[in-house]
Structures are given as C-alpha cells and as structure tokens.
C-alpha cells in the first residue's frame, strides 16, 4: 500500500523507539535519529526500510487503530483504556452497521473505537455537555477518518436520549444511573447498556438501579492486564502494571 499526502506512517527505528507522523507535503520530522522529509515518504510502499538524513536505518509501517488512538490522541480528560474498551466492544455487540449512543465523549478515545467498528453504514450519537471536548474529539476522529461515522451531540444526556431502538447505550461519566431510564428507552429489546465506572460504589448504585428499571442479565466486573517480560528462562510479569482503571457493567433491556 502506497503511502499518500495525509496519511500517517510508523517510523520504526527500535524497540521503544517509534513515532506516528501525518505525512504533509513540504514536511520535516526530527528524531534523535535524525531527519525525515515528507518527501523521503510520499509514492514510497509501507513496508520499506529507508534512512534519516544521518544514515539511521528506519522501516515505515501503516499504524495501527489503537496506534494512533493511544499514541497519537490529543487527552483532555480521562479516557477508557484499550482493555476496557475492547470488552465494551464485544460485549455490546458493536459491529459494522450497529447505532449506538454514547455519552460523554470526553477526548473521544472510546468513540473511535466503535466508529472504526460500526463502519460502513452504522452511526455513534455521542453526547456531551463541554464545547471544548467536542472539538478535541472532532480533532481526534478526524485524524481517522472516522468522523463521517460520528453524530456530536452537545446536550445533557440526563435530559434525555434522542434517538430510539439503538443497539448498545455506552455510559462513561460520572452519574449513569441518572441516565439509564433514558438509556432504556432509547435501546432497542436485546440492546446492550455498558457503563465504565472508576468507583465501586457507582457500580453498587448503576446496577441498583438497572435492576430497579427492568434491565436484565447484570453483570459487574474488572478487566486486569498483565504484560510480561519474555526472556528463555527469565520469563516474568512486568514489574509495573495499571493497577487501575475501572469497572464494567453491562446490562440488556429485555
Ligand atoms: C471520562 S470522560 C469520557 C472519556 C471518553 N470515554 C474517552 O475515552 O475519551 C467523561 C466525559 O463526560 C462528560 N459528561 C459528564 N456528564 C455529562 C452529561 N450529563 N452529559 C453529557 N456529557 C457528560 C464530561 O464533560 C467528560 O468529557
């Protein structure tokens, strides 16, 4: 695949040692390693290896979603970890043609994710009550290609959830519970509520109150990540791990 005006490339130089770039015209980008010009990139293939201008051999990859989401993402506010995300994905059932709503946006980290998921011909309506973030979000999406796929709504999703007989409803803030009547509403039977929440006892009232609703097939749980260290005879956890994100509840209307 050829590398075009706007695109973003890996430059591999190392273990440890990568970087994203968009690939504009007339650009430079200076590492440690030396330099590299737009130019040296454009019309070149992914996959090649080429030299900075100090001779530092490099190999050029087509990055990936989570790359550029966790790597390349302008953060104004928390933001949901690849490992949670990845489970909120599969157990709401996000897939290509899948309406979700979401709620708030944040720095639309977790929000590319379901677009890049919901793509061709689904739709995320995503709220949120700050202008600034939407923006960000904006920004960030559009770095994908993923904003087609994005309705921004800024709106108090405790107001309420415009949209009706949607697939999942993905709460991250700070008071779901405030929101799951409306959430209800708004899914469709069979359609998947999701809520992250850093604090337990938001996860005692959240399902307190899905129960309460009607909600059907509660579950609360944590996702723990443990990277290793991979050396013949060594072999061991990371000495450092995220101790910490969140919890999940998931929950179905029946
Ligand atoms: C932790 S951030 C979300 C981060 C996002 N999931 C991500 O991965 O980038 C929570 C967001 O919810 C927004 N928010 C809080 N209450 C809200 C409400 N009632 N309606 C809409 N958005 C709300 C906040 O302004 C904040 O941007």
Redesign the pocket.
């Known amino acids: 695949m050829m590398i075009r005006e706007g695109d973003l490339a890996l430059l591999y130089f190392g273990e440890g040692r990568h970087y994203i770039v968009r690939i504009t015209r007339g650009s430079t980008y200076s590492f440690n390693e030396g330099i590299v010009r737009a130019e040296d990139l454009l019309g070149r293939c992914y996959g090649r290896t080429l030299r900075t201008h100090i001779g530092v051999e490099y190999k050029v990859m087509k990055p990936s979603l989570l790359d550029v989401v966790y790597g390349k993402?302008e953060?104004?506010?928390?933001?949901?970890y690849p490992k949670d995300?990845a489970l909120i994905a599969l157990k709401a059932g996000v897939g290509p043609g899948s309406r979700v709503v979401?709620?708030?946006?944040?720095?639309?980290?977790?929000?590319a994710v379901l677009a890049y998921l919901v793509r061709p011909d689904g739709t995320i309506y995503t709220?949120?009550?700050?202008r600034e973030?939407i923006e960000v979000?904006r920004r960030n999406l559009r770095m994908l290609g993923l904003e087609e796929y994005v309705v921004f709504k800024e709106?108090?999703?405790?107001?309420g959830i415009e949209e009706r007989d949607v697939d999942a409803v993905?709460l991250?803030?700070?008071?779901p519970w405030?929101?799951l009547r409306h959430a209800y509403s708004s899914l469709r039977s069979g359609g998947v509520l999701a809520c992250?929440l850093p604090t337990i006892n938001q996860v005692e009232r959240t399902v307190e109150e899905a129960r309460r609703i009607g909600f059907v097939m509660i579950e609360a749980e944590e996702v723990l990540e443990r990277k290793y260290k991979v050396r013949r005879g060594e072999t061991r956890p990371e000495l450092r791990m995220v101790g910490h994100t969140g919890y999940l509840v998931f929950a179905r209307k029946p």
């Open positions: 993402f953060r104004r506010t928390q933001v949901i995300a979401e709620a708030g946006t944040g720095s639309g980290c977790l929000t709220y949120e009550v700050r973030f979000a709106a108090d999703v405790k107001s993905v991250d803030l700070a008071e405030a929101v992250f």
